[in-house]
């Protein structure tokens, strides 16, 4: 597991979608989602404002926890997600 110096956060994942579009922007994190067991973290970069709503209120409705967003330099938003299960 990988700890976040500035947020102080763990994660076992990272998934880099800022340069992705709906309906992609989830498409790629269920799937890395998909890859871990449950209760890991992926940490999600993202970029724009329909991914920023979308990924984690469909996150959340597919049961997955949200632990934390972090906004970064150059419009990026950070999302720590843990798997449900």
């Known amino acids: 597991m990988q700890t976040c110096e500035s947020q102080e956060k763990t994660h076992d994942a990272d998934l880099d979608i800022t340069g992705e579009t709906c309906p992609m922007t989830f498409v790629r994190t269920r799937l890395a989602l998909d890859r871990l067991a449950p209760g890991q973290v992926l940490r999600v ?6 991914p920023r709503r979308n990924v984690p209120r469909t996150a959340t409705e597919q049961g997955h926890a949200v632990l934390h967003q972090a906004e970064e330099a150059g419009g990026i938003l950070r999302i720590w997600i843990r ?3």
């Open 83 to 85: 798997k449900a299960g």
């Open 45 to 50: 970069a993202l970029r724009g404002d329909e």
